[in-house]
């Protein structure tokens, strides 16, 4: 079908408020923000309930970053032993090792998420280099679960354009290096490279 001229989730109320990742520490979280974002909107545009609640989810909808970012590298009780001997070996906090949209994927298909803020023990205030979360809420406090990916060749502009205007949101990525800021150096992209990201050398560089 015809794709309208212009298209934003935000004008039809499916967005969620601005996030900053950076308010309570300089963490490596942005790939978990990222995935969680389009929850939200999905949640939002198919009107689901959060979770047992018996609430409509709308732009006030606030899912846990923390939860994801911490269960995607802790191993947590599984009653069903699908997860028995998995473990991460971590030579950092699980809030500055990264992590990306394949890695989210995997965490939240298997049912460990999602989860709300509105968990006290679960908010993105409460985290910390050295913080931990409670075992328990691994599985039992999730308000709704992901049953589906669609993985979408970001080079068919039409297709993204399609997904966005379906589904209301998407999950990108790409990395970053505080390396890249200054005047010294660029961001750039080379389409032969797995990696999207490239840091030319200038005279007086070492």
């Known amino acids: 079908k015809d794709l309208p001229a212009y298209y934003n989730s935000a004008d039809l109320g499916l967005v969620t408020s601005v996030k900053n990742q950076t308010q309570y520490g300089q963490y490596g979280t942005c790939w978990a ?45 599984d009653e069903h032993g699908l997860t028995n001997g998995d473990s991460s070996i971590l030579d950092e906090s699980h809030l500055n090792v990264g ?10 298909m298997r049912w460990e998420g999602v989860t709300s803020e509105e968990e006290a023990d679960l908010a993105y205030s409460e985290c910390s280099l050295n913080s931990t979360i409670d075992p328990k809420y691994a599985y ?22 399609q997904y966005l205007q379906e589904y209301g949101s998407a999950f990108i990525g790409y990395y970053y290096s505080p390396s890249y800021q200054g005047t ?11 990696s999207h990201d490239y840091r030319p050398k200038h005279r007086g560089d070492p």
């Not at 992590?99 to 939240?108: E, S």
């Not at 993985?151 to 502009?157: A, K, L, R, S």
């Not at 010294?184 to 797995?194: E, L």
């Open 33 to 77: 923000f990222g995935t969680l974002s389009p929850i939200e909107t999905y949640m939002i545009k198919n009107g689901m309930q959060v979770g047992d609640s018996g609430v409509t989810a709308t732009t006030d909808l606030d899912l846990s970053e923390y939860h994801l970012s911490y269960f995607t590298y802790s191993n947590s009780y």
């Open 99 to 108: 992590g990306d949209g394949y890695k989210a994927t995997l965490t939240l």
């Open 140 to 161: 039992a406090y999730d308000v709704a679960h992901v049953t589906s990916v669609d993985w979408i060749d970001p080079e068919n502009t039409t297709l993204v354009k």
């Open 184 to 194: 010294g150096s660029a961001y750039c992209y080379i389409s032969t490279r797995s």
